[in-house]
C-alpha cells in the first residue's frame, strides 16, 4: 500500500505538469513567441499572417505615400534594375517595364479609377473605384466619394461609399454603374510633407517596417521612427539587430557636437521602445504616419476585451497623428468581405468616432477574392481639418 504522504507526493507532481499556455495573441504568448528566436530559422512557420509582411512587400504602397508618385516611380523603377542598383527585390517583366513584384501588387491587374488625383491638399481631388460584387449583395451600394475640400457634389460616373457617424451605418448615395471600362489609370500621390517626417510603428515585432524605411531612404527624409511593441523581449532584439554599434550619446551627436561629423550610422532615426500602443507616452499630433500590420488582427484574439483593445490602439494611433498624415493599417480582415466591413465598422470608425476635433478619409486596398478568400487588405485613413458641413467618413475601395 501507499502512504497518504507518497500519494500527496505524486499528486503534486502531477500538478506540476500540468502548464497551461498564454493564450494565443497575449501579451505573455508574444513574449514567449519572441523569447523563442524563431524569427528567420528554420523552426519559424512563417505564415502569412499580415504582421510577417515585410518592408519589401510593402514598399510599393509606402513609398508614394512617403514621396510622392513622382519620385517613388523613379525610385522603384531605379531598384528593380540590377543593373543600376544593388537592390535584391525580385522583378517581373509587364508591358516592357520592370516593376517590383510582391504579395500586394502582383495581382494589380483589373483595377480601375475614376479620377487621377489623391492627397494633394491644392487640387482637392476625389478617388475612387470599383467596389466589389461581394459588398453589392450584401446591400452596400456604389456610393460617391467626395472630398473635403470641394464640398457635396453628385457624379454619375463614380462609385464608393460614404459612412455616416451619427446613424453608425453605411448611407446609400444614388449613382449609376460605371461604363465597365478595363482602362487602367494612374493614381498621382503628393508628398507627406516637404520637411523632414515622424513615423511611428505600432506593434513592430520582429520584422519592422520602419527598419526597413530607414535603410531604403536617405536618414535626411526622416525626423524620427519609432519602433515599438510591448515585448520587452522583441524590442531587446530588435535594438541589438538594427542599432547595437550606437552609443546612446552618439544618437544626440547630430544636435549638441557641431564639431564631429558623425557617420550616417550615428545618426540614424531609428528607435525602439516598449510601449504598450493602448497607452503610449507621445503628445498630440506628433507623427506624420502611423503604420500598423497586423496587430490588430492578433489583439483580436482575446474574445472578451479584443475588440474594444483595438479601438484604444486606433484612438491612439489618431491621436498622435499630425493633421494632414497618414495611419496605414494592414489586417486579413478585408473590408472587400462582409467579416471585413463589420470589423472597419466596429473598430477602425469606432476608434476615430471620438475625434470630433478631425475629418477622416480611408481608402481600402485589397483584393475581392471571387470564390476564394479575399487576403489581405491595406487600410490608407488620412486625418483632415474638421469639416463643419459633414460628419461623414468617405471610404474608397481600390480592388487588384
Not at 40 to 65: G, N, Q, T
Not at 199 to 210: A, Q, T, W, Y
Not at 358 to 385: C, F, L, M, R, T
Request: hydrophobic letters at 30%; one cysteine or more; proline letters at 5%.
Amino acid at each position: 500500500m501507499f502512504s497518504a504522504a507518497a500519494l500527496a507526493k505524486d499528486d503534486a507532481a502531477e500538478l506540476r505538469c500540468i502548464v497551461v499556455p498564454p493564450s494565443y495573441g497575449s501579451q505573455q504568448y508574444w513574449e514567449e513567441r519572441y523569447s523563442r528566436d524563431t524569427a528567420d530559422s528554420e523552426d519559424d512557420p512563417a505564415p502569412f499572417h499580415s504582421w510577417y509582411f515585410s518592408y519589401e512587400e510593402m514598399r510599393p504602397l509606402l513609398l508614394p505615400l512617403i514621396l510622392g508618385t513622382e519620385e517613388a516611380d523613379a525610385l522603384l523603377l531605379e531598384s528593380s534594375d540590377p543593373d543600376k542598383s544593388g537592390n535584391t527585390f525580385t522583378t517581373q517583366e509587364q508591358q516592357g517595364e520592370a516593376k517590383p513584384t510582391t504579395l500586394l501588387n502582383e495581382q494589380r491587374e483589373n483595377k480601375t479609377y475614376s479620377e487621377t488625383e489623391v492627397n494633394d491638399e491644392e487640387e482637392g481631388k476625389t478617388l475612387t473605384s470599383s467596389v466589389s460584387e461581394d459588398i453589392k449583395e450584401e446591400g452596400v451600394e456604389d456610393e460617391e466619394i467626395q472630398s473635403d475640400d470641394e464640398g457635396v457634389q453628385q457624379d454619375d460616373d463614380e462609385e464608393s461609399e460614404t459612412y455616416s457617424e451619427e446613424e453608425d451605418e453605411f448611407e446609400e448615395a444614388s449613382s449609376e454603374e460605371e461604363d465597365g471600362t478595363d482602362d487602367e489609370v494612374e493614381v498621382t500621390r503628393a508628398p507627406l510633407s516637404n520637411d523632414p517626417i515622424s513615423i511611428l510603428e505600432v506593434g513592430c515585432g520582429d520584422v519592422p517596417m520602419g527598419a526597413g524605411l530607414v535603410t531604403d531612404l536617405p536618414s535626411e527624409r526622416f525626423a524620427r521612427v519609432v519602433c515599438i511593441d510591448y515585448s520587452a523581449s522583441v524590442i531587446q532584439k530588435m535594438e541589438e539587430k538594427y542599432t547595437k554599434d550606437l552609443e546612446p550619446e552618439t544618437k544626440k551627436i547630430k544636435t549638441t557636437d557641431n564639431v564631429h561629423e558623425p557617420s550616417k550610422k550615428e545618426t540614424t532615426p531609428l528607435e525602439f521602445k516598449k510601449v504598450d500602443a493602448r497607452n503610449t507616452p507621445f503628445s498630440d499630433e506628433s507623427f506624420h504616419l502611423v503604420l500598423e500590420k497586423g496587430t490588430l488582427d492578433a489583439m483580436l484574439s482575446d474574445r472578451e476585451a479584443g475588440s474594444a483593445n483595438c479601438q484604444k490602439i486606433i484612438r491612439e494611433s489618431a491621436r498622435v497623428l499630425k493633421t494632414g498624415g497618414i495611419i496605414v493599417l494592414v489586417s486579413h480582415l478585408n473590408a472587400f468581405d462582409t467579416s471585413g466591413i463589420d470589423w472597419m465598422e466596429d473598430v477602425v470608425f469606432g476608434g476615430l468616432r471620438s475625434f470630433e476635433t478631425s475629418s477622416w478619409a480611408i481608402e481600402v486596398h485589397g483584393n475581392d477574392g471571387g470564390d476564394a478568400q479575399p487576403g489581405p487588405a491595406v487600410y490608407v485613413i488620412h486625418k483632415k481639418p474638421k469639416d463643419a458641413k459633414s460628419s461623414k467618413i468617405p471610404v474608397q475601395f481600390f480592388s487588384y
